[in-house]
């Protein structure tokens, strides 16, 4: 019967809105739980819809997309990209009330993962009896299947009020990305500052330890100053501070930076040296 009603669910895994509206009751939310037990679904993004618009509507901050997609490059999102969001628990509509009426909801369904219970559903995931849940999955036995939908409830297609994502503290390390990249932002209202493009050759060595730490050598930013860097084949953009000059007789002259292990890791760097695209000001 799940496996019936899978395939019936329009859309059923992405929210995608419209041009106007980031929900609609046409939407179907499919869930599924993070490592850190967040309620976590994929939004597709269609034409006239905007990261930081979907972040407000969500009650995101950018940070905390920056932290849900790490790999997304947030300069250029198209149409049909896809966006992990979190959906709080308090959003979650999980009984009829009187006078309900889902027609103008967006039901929510979760996806049975290896290792679920009706125990966990219940108690940790979404605070439900568990024969409700039963009830809903139409389930004989208490067994669940991996894969399996479970309705679990609705949720309103107005925005999500930003108090009620009790999100966790970003980690140091994607803290640290995320204020580099607001220093990088704040040299643009500097008038005396001049932004410049380059291309070249980026150097990595990566048998080095990954510390927490961003940086990166670089000829003519000024020492202490933050770069951007952008992997063209990766599609990722992530921020460094410059320590000082690269060594005149280390390297080629098309050497255009040297960087820390966990800078050319965030880009996807795959080989030691690769290609970069970068912008700094001066």
Do not use: C
Request: charged share 25%; hydrophobic share 40%.
């Amino acid at each position: 019967m799940w496996k019936i009603l899978l395939l019936l669910l329009p859309g059923y895994l992405f929210a995608t809105g419209d041009s106007l509206r980031y929900l609609t009751p046409r939407d179907t939310i499919v869930l599924s739980i993070s490592g850190s037990e967040e309620k976590i679904f994929e939004h597709k993004i269609v034409k006239g819809q905007t990261i930081f618009s979907l972040a407000k509507f969500y009650g995101l901050k950018m940070d905390d997309l920056r932290h849900l997609n790490p790999s997304l490059n947030f300069d250029v999102v198209n149409p049909n990209q896809s966006i992990k969001v979190v959906i709080p628990n308090r959003a979650i509509i999980r009984y009829r009330e009187p006078k309900f009426n889902p027609r103008i909801y967006t039901p929510v369904y979760y996806r049975v993962k290896k290792g679920d219970n009706l125990f966990r559903l219940s108690k940790v995931y979404f605070r439900m009896p568990e024969d409700t849940i039963k009830a809903r999955a139409k389930l004989k036995q208490g067994t669940l299947q991996p894969g399996q939908l479970i309705h679990i409830g609705w949720v309103s297609p107005q925005a999500i009020p930003a108090e009620w994502q009790s999100r966790p503290a970003l980690p140091p390390s994607l803290k640290k990305v995320a204020d580099l990249k607001k220093t990088f932002d704040a040299y643009a209202v500097d008038k005396k500052k001049k932004t410049t493009a380059q291309q070249g050759i980026a150097v990595w060595q990566k048998e080095a330890p990954a510390a927490r730490n961003y940086y990166a050598l670089h000829d003519k930013a000024g020492k202490g100053s933050i770069i951007e860097l952008h992997n063209p084949v990766t599609k990722r953009t992530v921020y460094a501070e410059v320590l000082g000059k690269i060594p005149a007789t280390a390297y080629s002259t098309n050497v255009v930076a040297i960087l820390s292990p966990n800078t050319a890791k965030l880009l996807g760097a795959k080989d030691s040296n690769f290609f970069v695209k970068i912008k700094y000001y001066k």
